[in-house]
Nanobody, 118 residues
Framework: QVQLVQSGGGLVQPGGSLRLSCATSGFTFNNFRMGWYRQAPGKERELVASIQTAGGSTNYADSVKGRFTISRDNAKNTVSLQMNSLKAEDTAVYYC???????????WGQGTQVTVSS
């Protein structure tokens, strides 16, 4: 059974930091690209950051470059998103994602709310 269980998130003031984590099981983690997406009210879901398999090549949305860092631990089957210098426009529900073209699979975490407000 595939599981992506997210933790972290919550309410933070502008300029603050949060860390999101995603613990996975039920699939070959090392063979999947991992990513974090977010969806704000009334907007489409967008890719925030992604990290490739063993090589660890990363990609970020322009809006979060220099502020967010994605990382993965292939030994623990986890992926994290460190979010610094948070802004009000970062407020959204954040989703962990596992994607593989080889396996033809796309999995999602349950989502977690991040609210940046004073």
């Amino acid at each position: 059974q595939v599981q992506l269980v997210q933790s972290g998130g919550g309410l933070v003031q502008p300029g603050g930091s949060l860390r999101l984590s995603c613990a996975t099981s039920g699939f070959t983690f090392n063979n999947f690209r991992m990513g974090w997406y977010r969806q704000a009210p009334g907007k489409e879901r967008e890719l925030v950051a992604s990290i490739q398999t063993a090589g660890g090549s990363t990609n970020y949305a322009d809006s979060v470059k220099g502020r967010f860092t994605i990382s993965r631990d292939n030994a623990k089957n986890t992926v994290s998103l460190q979010m610094n210098s948070l802004k009000a426009e970062d407020t959204a529900v954040y989703y962990c994602n596992a994607f593989s073209t080889w396996f033809g699979s796309n999995y999602w975490g349950q989502g977690t709310q991040v609210t940046v407000s004073s």
